[in-house]
Each structure stands twice: as structure tokens, then as C-alpha cells.
């Protein structure tokens, strides 16, 4: 590693611990013991629990009182325009944004009692670009690895589990900004599996992707659920995606649950020959591409363009 590289990979691992979702908190008052007994005793049939989850800015209600749950093990796929509170409800699940009321269960870890028992539990993987161009594959799983508390003779072993896994073990010693927007998106979904979390939640897996990167990470994303029993909570607007991925789809449209149940009951409700746009469209009253600001715009349009 090179003198640059060297000095970037210790600084971002003395930093990220104080942003990073899936961290284990490093403060003083965190105190292991209490959480591990918390999260050995929050096993439920349902991995997520939603209950009357409420966040308001000023007059503006993001998010309306939802209510709904997802079974362990299953793929639960979150629609809806943009604008219609779809990331304001990942970042409260994620303990990014506290809730203005209502609470969750994510794991059997209550969201505003335990979050930190919460981000021992979860993975979470942004739209976002994630993964540092500068550093290596490798080098960006140790610093995960790290951030995850992960034990020193554990972290080989599990960054080459994770790196055969994804099928990224032949490039793991090639600088990132050197991947495929595949493999770059296979290498964030290994950074965020490291620590085996039990929830994973996914904001647009597969943005800006061709069609056989985008079904590449959709086997890994199958894959995680054959091998792991992973919970998977994801958004997207490719209406293929879920219909392909998800066992249960919610349909959300301005801070509320405008439909819930499996694509097949969705379709069906809709019409004999409906498809997931179908889907959308009623639910919504919106077309797939209508929505969004020009924040939104940009930020698919940066994201998009980096993966390529």
C-alpha cells in the first residue's frame, strides 16, 4: 500500500466508527454487556415490526402512522413515487432519524428503547455510492470489518468468505475505482453482510445497472436469503426487481400504505393481465417516471454514472 493510500485507510478507519449505521457505538456509555443480553433475547417470528411509525417535519407529514410487518427470512419490497416517504422510512428503521412517534421492532430490538442492539442487527446499504474508489475491495472490507467489531482473528476469514461469496476473491487486490458497477454493488452488499446482520435494507439495489449486472446482484441477493435466512427490506422503482425478488410488496404513496400483499394478490387486484407497473400506476396515480425534485434527479444521475 502506498504512502497515500496507507494515510486515507487509517483515517477513515478513525473516523467512520462516528457515522457509520452498522458501527458499534464507541462511546463510553455503551455498554456491551446489557446489549448482547438485549439482542440474545429479542427473537420473534416477525423480523420487522412497524407500529404506528410517524415523522413530521414542521407541518409536513413524511411518514403517517404506519403499521405493518415482515416475516423472518422473507424480501419485503418497498414502492412508491418519489416524495413519498420511502427514505424517511429506511433512515428511522436504520436509527438514522428519530421517529416523531410511533416505534419498531427490528430483530425483536426496540428502535427507540435499544438502538444500538438495533444496529447490531442490521445492514444497510445505501443508493449511494459507498464503497471507497481509492482503497482496494479487500482494504474496503477490513475497515468494515473493523467498524463492525468484528474480532482480529476473525476479519480474514470472514472478508474471504465474503469476497468468494460475491465472486470478487480474483479482484480483491485491484483498486475499487477499477470495478464494474456490478461488482461494485456486490462489493457494498459484502461490506454490509460481514457481521451476519439479520435485517438487510436495500435502497435501489440495483440503480444504475445493465441488465446482467442488475441480475448478478440479484442471484447474490437470493443467494443471501438461501444461505443466511437474511431478512431483506428493500426500495425500488424497477418493477421487474419486485416482482422478481419480493414476497411481499407495499405500495407507498404520500406518508401512507396505499396497498399491501404479495405481487401476485397486487396484480390480481388490479386486473387479469395487470403487471407491477399496473400495480404502481393505481396505487399511486402516477406514472414510474413521474416524481421527485431536482435533488432526487441528481442524485440518480451521480449515482448512475459512477457505477458505470
Known amino acids: 500500500m502506498d504512502a497515500r ?13 462516528r457515522t457509520c449505521p452498522n458501527a458499534l457505538l464507541s462511546h463510553p456509555t455503551f455498554h456491551r454487556s446489557k446489549l448482547k443480553q438485549t439482542v440474545e433475547n429479542s427473537v420473534q417470528p416477525n423480523a420487522i415490526e412497524v407500529l404506528s411509525l410517524t415523522r413530521r417535519f414542521n407541518s409536513l407529514v413524511a411518514v403517517d402512522h ?11 419490497g418497498l414502492l412508491g413515487p418519489n416524495g413519498a416517504g420511502k427514505s424517511t422510512l429506511i433512515k428511522m428503521l436504520t ?3 428519530p421517529p416523531t412517534s410511533g416505534t419498531a421492532h427490528i430483530a425483536g430490538c426496540d428502535l427507540i428503547e435499544h438502538p444500538e442492539a438495533v444496529r447490531r442487527k442490521i445492514g444497510y446499504i445505501s443508493q449511494m455510492l459507498s464503497a471507497d474508489g481509492d482503497l482496494t475491495g479487500y482494504e474496503n472490507l477490513l475497515i468494515s470489518a473493523k467498524l463492525f467489531g468484528i474480532p482480529r482473528s476473525e476479519r480474514a476469514r470472514r472478508i474471504a468468505q465474503a469476497l468468494e461469496f460475491m465472486e470478487l476473491s480474483h479482484v480483491a487486490g485491484k483498486l475499487v475505482r477499477q470495478y464494474s458497477g456490478g461488482m461494485i454493488r456486490r462489493l457494498e452488499i459484502a461490506q454490509s453482510m460481514l457481521h451476519r ?11 444504475g445497472l445493465d441488465p446482467s449486472a442488475k441480475r448478478a446482484v440479484w442471484d447474490r441477493i437470493r443467494d443471501l436469503r438461501r444461505e443466511f435466512g437474511t431478512t431483506i427490506l428493500m426500495t425500488t422503482h424497477d418493477m421487474e426487481e419486485a416482482d422478481e425478488l ?4 407495499a405500495v407507498m404513496h404520500r406518508g401512507v400504505l396505499a396497498a399491501l400483499d404479495t405481487p401476485e394478490a397486487l396484480k390480481a387486484k388490479v386486473g387479469p393481465e395487470a403487471t407491477m407497473d399496473d400495480v404502481f400506476i393505481h396505487f399511486t396515480g402516477a406514472t414510474i417516471s413521474e416524481g421527485g425534485d431536482l435533488r432526487d434527479v441528481a442524485r440518480t444521475r451521480i449515482t448512475t454514472q459512477r457505477l458505470r
Do not use: H, N
Not at 493510500?5 to 466508527?17: G, T, V
Not at 404506519?66 to 419485503?76: D, N, R, V, Y
Not at 446482520?197 to 440503480?207: A, G, N, T, W
Not at 419480493?246 to 410488496?249: A, E, H, S
Open 95 to 97: 436509527t438514522l432519524l
Open 5 to 17: 493510500r496507507q494515510q486515507k485507510f487509517r483515517l477513515k478507519s478513525l473516523l467512520l466508527p
Open 197 to 207: 446482520p439479520s435485517v438487510l435494507f436495500m435502497d435501489e439495489p440495483s440503480v
Open 246 to 249: 419480493c414476497d411481499v410488496v
Open 66 to 76: 404506519l403499521t405493518f410487518s415482515c416475516a423472518a427470512g422473507a424480501t419485503f
